[in-house]
Every structure is written in C-alpha cells, then in structure tokens.
C-alpha cells in the first residue's frame, strides 16, 4: 500500500539561519537501516557550504549520490585554450591577437588565472559541487527576466481521447494518481539509478520535484522545499483550490476519489475569477518580488500563496481555447503549455514559480511546465515515462468508504513555438556510423549559416549528472571545421558526394573528440564554459577586480547565445520548449525517435532578424539534404 510519509524514511524540515542576508532550508533525513543522519541545505546560499545529500541503500539498486564521483575543476591552460578555438570561427584575426594578449596575461607570472584556479580546486574539496551552486544562483535566482518563455521550459504531450470537460477531469485523475505513484517511488528509494554510457547518474534532483517552488525577491530570488505536503494545487478559470491527495489513514487517494474532488472543484469554479492572481507569477522578476512582499503583508494572502507553494504540484485545468487548423495546433498547444496565451485565455491559469505544473486542456491536449532552479529535462522525462506507463493501466487501489472533505479555495485579497516531426529519425545516422546529436547539430548549424551568412555563439545543453550534484553546461558547436564545412556544401564547384559525406563522418563521428562541439570533454566534466564562469565568480568572491578577460568584447560576443538548442529524448512523441537566450535568438529542442525527430523552434516576436516559421523551414530542407548524401536518390 502507498503511504504518506514513506515507511522506510522518516522526515522533517526546519529553518535554520546561515547569514545575515539568507536564510537556507534545512532537511534532516535519516535512513533507519544505516543510521546515519545528515542535515543538508537544498539550495546553499552565497557562503553557505552545507551540502545536499541523499542516503538509500545501494544494495538494492536504488538512489545513492555518492555513486557517482565530484565534479573536476578542468585545467586551466586547457580551458583557456578551448577558448581560444571557440573564439576563432566568430572573431576576426585582430581582435583574437588582442584576446590572446589577454589570455598570456592572466595566465602568465602575476596574473590572477593561478590564484583564482587555486581557488576553485579548493572550493572544490569542501562543497558537494563547486559550480552547481553558483549556475543555479547566477543563471535562474539572479536573472530578473520574466519565467514564462525566458526560463521555464514546457513539453507538449500527444493528444489524448477526449474532447470535453468530462474526459479532461477523467485523464487529470489519471495523471494525478501517476504523478503519486512516482513520488511514492523515489520516497521509499525504489527508483533505479540512471545510467549514461555505463556510468552511474546523480539522482539528488528528484526528490525535489514535488513541494518545491521558487520564491521571488527584489535582488534575488529562493528555493523552498517542504517535504511532508500532503496536497496538490488545482487552478481553473483563475481560481485556486488546495485538494488533499492522501488518505487520513496515510494511504494516496484511489483515481475515484481525486475525480470525486475535481467534480467539487469544477462545480466551485463556473466563472472566471475576475483577479487572475496567477499571472502576477509572469512578471518580471523585480517586480513580482516587490509585489510578493505587499501581497504577503496581508494573513489571508499569506496563508493562500503558502498552500500553494507548500502544494506536490500544481494542476491547471486550461478552459477551450480558439479553434485553429490542423497544421498549427501543434504550435497553439505547445504556446498554452509554455505560457496559457495571455491574459484573455489561460495564463492566470500558471503559478510560474511552481517547480511542477501539469496542464490539461479540455480539447485533449495536456503538458508539463517545470522550473529550472529545481528540475531538468532528464529527471522530468523520466517522470513522464512513468506516468505513460501508469496510464495503460487500470488504478490499482480500490476506494475506500472514507468521508472526503471538501477541496479548499484560496482566496487573495487583491484590489512562439513552431513544433514539428521530421519523417527519418536516429536510426538514419546510426546506420552511416554517425552520432545522431552530432547529426542534427550539423544540420542546425548549416540552417542558421544559410539564414544569416555567418555562424554564430550556438550551445547544446549537456548534462553533468554524472557528478555528484551536477547540473549542465555548454557544448559549443561551432569550430573551424565547422566553418568550413557549410562555407564548402553549397560550393558549386565541389560535386563530389563523397567529399561532403567524408567531412559530415569527419564532424559528427561518434567518440571522436573533434565531433561537434567535443562532446567527449563535456561527459568528463572538461567544457569551458562552466569553468570560466567559476573564475570569473571566484575573483568576485575574493573581492578582487573582475579581469579583463572577462571584460573583452570577445568574452561578450562569445557568450552572447544566438543558437540554443537542447536534445531532451523521451519514449513518446513529446516535444519540449523554452525561449532564446537572447532577444536576437532562436531555441531549438528536440527529441529523437527511432524513425522521426520532433523539433521545436522558438524566436522573439519583437525582433526583425529572426523568424522562426524561416529557420524551421530552412532546417527542414536542410535535413533533406544531409538525407540526400547518405541516401541518394540516384
């Protein structure tokens, strides 16, 4: 029987001061077959060097973080040349004689590259992970933007049977239930460990999936967790409700019982609340921060806002929206996920700062929007492959003659994406010998060259799971060769098949540490980007100047992202989405399947240079043609 809490841990949070200027959230977990305790910080504040860690008994297979070895801090000589070789392809020759002048003299006699590299190395002895801390600080807590589109990515699922509010309150329970069932999984340390290319994965994240949410601040925002939440929040047409999940005997409610709530729930919510306090989540960061601390003035707000932060997850039960043809529902669904359409549909539908939001729309549409500061794409496809898994299934449980008390509403007092499926998917490149990634990369690159004419600073996200407590950070794809390569495809006086097909194995071969964007380095903990930022941190850290290096207009170009793109494989035709990183980008994710590849394709709407509905279409063709050269036709 699934219970709350779990039988073979035993939990409980306190708040426990670490400066003057944060306070932290402490968990103390306990693990009764090996005694051994351990008081961890989830998210360690600026000075802060307490820990994360999570205890299971490696026995049985299950979660154990010290699986998995620390990050390295790589070389620095090595680092600081890697740099120079992704400046290259982006920079004139000049401008790279001025950056290398810079290179020798900050790692040259005096220079401050030794001292700072010293002290990353040292901070990496004491802390679980010496840069996971800072890129969750610098890149999510700090950033001020907006988290619809700017940060929290969404994935739009397949269309499920049903077309009225009926179905989507039948499906909901269902989901619910799944979402239950794999959170009972990882609290009684069931969950297999992830394996990548036969090493063990981190696994520290998935406990923080469920009760977490992201708090906003003026300067900066937080990261709460509450680890004995017993309810879910449920949002329809603006209005929230706090809907208890388990028993009073400890035991998750059965699939009739949550429908039986839902009922109540629909029935509560005919109309739509005139204040959409969600959408307030939307605004930028300061401003909902400054709107935060008025709104938590009030006790009937405080306690609203509390139950939802406090809440598993968050469930929005989208109203219809506009009809559209065939060929652009796909888009229309993967815009709501991503941020409800606006104010006049179902953006106030959204709790932003929420590390877990379920949508189900009543058309049969349904997704997932998640959180960055907390979650990541491969913890949150594992996620959903259990709950398409659990959703084959009848429910399990049978319902219990227990009284359910009524769902409580909490009241406030408150005066683009372009997806697509490609026809061939990873089998194609595999059957030449060549890394489907690597693949696609190239394709993307060559798309973006015959868009703009030039190449551009383009990251693939890769994981660092493979480390204890770590992350992601970049793979740059452009290179020299790279350069040359889509200089040389559409050369007319170069006719030969095979000297196109030679360079294409050349650049995306697999275990090559030339492939694109030296993916090997990367899996070793041994990118630049990640690194550079730690010394640029670590100067700060210091209170030392921050160096030139870091100062250079080279630096700035190199770091200014034109070309996101992310690889999130899933087992179903799911197909993810988030904005640029630049208001003159594109993101592209995709998820690759055995025989298509499911694309998504973002872009700013404000900005005249770039135009999604171009880039997919030119990516599109492009595709064909690297077809072409390992199929012909001919």
Known sequence: MDEFPSSNYSWRSVQVDISQSHAGIYQITRCCECSISRETCLFPSKGCNVTISKIYDITENKCFSSLVPAQPVPPLAQTLQGYLRALEPLIPEEELVHTRKNIQKFCGEGGLGPQLQEGLERRARHSNNWISDWWVQWAYLESRQPLPVHSNPAISLPKRDFSDWRG?????????????????????????????????????LFPLLFSSCRIPGRKHDTITHHSRARHITVVRNYQFFQMDVYNS???????????????????????????PMGILTSEHRQTWGQAYSRLLKDKLNKESVRAIEKGLFTLCLDSPVMRVSDDKYSSRMAAQILHGGGTHSNSGNRWFDKTLQFVVGEDGSWGLLYEQATAEGPPIATLLDHILQYCKKPDPKK??????????????????CIPYAFRFGKELPKQHNLSPNAFI??????????????????????????FRGGRTDYIRSPTNQMLKFVLTFDDPSISVRSILLNKMNYYSHRGSDQ???YPLPALKGQSIDRHLLGLKLQAIEEGLSVPRLFMDTAYGLATHWKLRTGQVPANTDS???????VPDGYAVCYNPQSDHVHFSVTAFNCCEETQAETLAATLHS??????ELLQPTV
Not at 575 to 581: I, R, S
Not at 622 to 627: A, G, I, K, R, V
Request: charged share 20%; net charge neutral; hydrophobic share 40%.
């Open 622 to 627: 492009t595709l064909c043609q690297l077809q």
């Open 399 to 416: 319902t219990p003659l227990i009284p359910l008390q009524m769902p409580k509403k909490l009241y406030f007092n408150i005066d683009l």
């Open 441 to 466: 990369q190239v394709a993307l690159q060559l798309a973006y060259y015959k868009v703009h004419n030039e190449v551009c600073a383009s990251c693939d996200i890769a994981s660092q799971r493979m």
């Open 515 to 517: 492939s694109v964007g």
């Open 168 to 204: 989507q309150l039948v499906f909901a329970s269902k989901l619910i239930a799944a979402a239950l069932d794999f959170k009972n999984v990882v609290d009684n340390g069931r969950l297999p460990v992830e394996y990548m290319r036969g090493q063990p994965l981190c696994m520290e």
């Open 249 to 275: 005997d400890g035991s998750r409610m059965t699939e009739s019982q949550i429908h039986a709530q839902l009922l109540r729930i629909r029935a509560e919510s005919w109309k739509t609340d005139k204040e």
């Open 575 to 581: 197909v993810m989405c988030f904005g640029p990183l």
